[in-house]
Structures are given as structure tokens and as C-alpha cells.
């Protein structure tokens, strides 16, 4: 597992990112600044112009502070609030480790994501 640093407007969360082609893409982009989408009232998205590569997509529940990416719209998802959705073509990249409370009712937000604590 690979720790990361992610601020949002102020706040900063630790997260644990898994072993796979998607987080090792994805890592290789930082330090890495996405201005994130609310979506749904349950996740901040980002969607990237190209693909990144998703070798273990799955139907799948999450949970709050799931990282994942989605691949039909090559989104990038934190999910901050559980709805009991059921999703398709889902990867897992990671786990947030802090509480994701500040996001609820809240618009966009800019994004900075680094590695460890840099």
C-alpha cells in the first residue's frame, strides 16, 4: 500500500491507496492538482480525458471513503456519503483514513493529491 496526502479547501485527509495498474497510473501522475465534481450528493469525481488502466473492475457496493475509478467515464471517485448504490465497471484504488464530513452539502472543490505527507 502506498499512503497519500489529499487537501481539499483547507482540510487534509491521509489515505491508503491498494496495489494495482490503476493506482500505480495514477501515481505516477503526482503531485497531481483536479479540480473535483460533487456529484449525486455522494462523491467527488474527476474525469480524466484518457483511460486509465482497470484490470480488476468489478459490480460493486463502496463504502465512505472508497477511492475508486470508474471506467465508462474514466472518473476518478471519492465517495463521502453511502447511498446503498450498487455500481458496475468499478475499480477500487484505495481507502481514505479520515473523516470525509466536510464535503456533505458542499459544491466543486479544488483537489491537491501528493505522496506520503510531502
Known sequence: ????????????VTANLLDNATSQALIKLFPLDL???NLYSR????????ALPANELGTSGYQVGDIA???PRHSFVIFY????????DLQK?????????????SGN??????????
Not at 44 to 49: A, I, S
Open 1 to 12: 500500500m502506498q499512503k497519500i496526502m489529499i487537501k481539499i479547501e483547507g482540510h487534509e
Open 35 to 37: 479540480d473535483l465534481l
Open 43 to 50: 462523491e467527488m469525481t474527476y474525469r480524466f480525458k484518457r
Open 69 to 71: 475509478y470508474w471506467a
Open 81 to 88: 456519503k453511502q447511498t446503498g448504490e450498487i455500481i458496475g
Open 93 to 105: 484504488i484505495g481507502q481514505i483514513n479520515d473523516s470525509l464530513d466536510f464535503l456533505k452539502g
Open 109 to 118: 472543490k479544488p483537489a491537491t493529491f501528493t505522496l506520503g505527507g510531502q
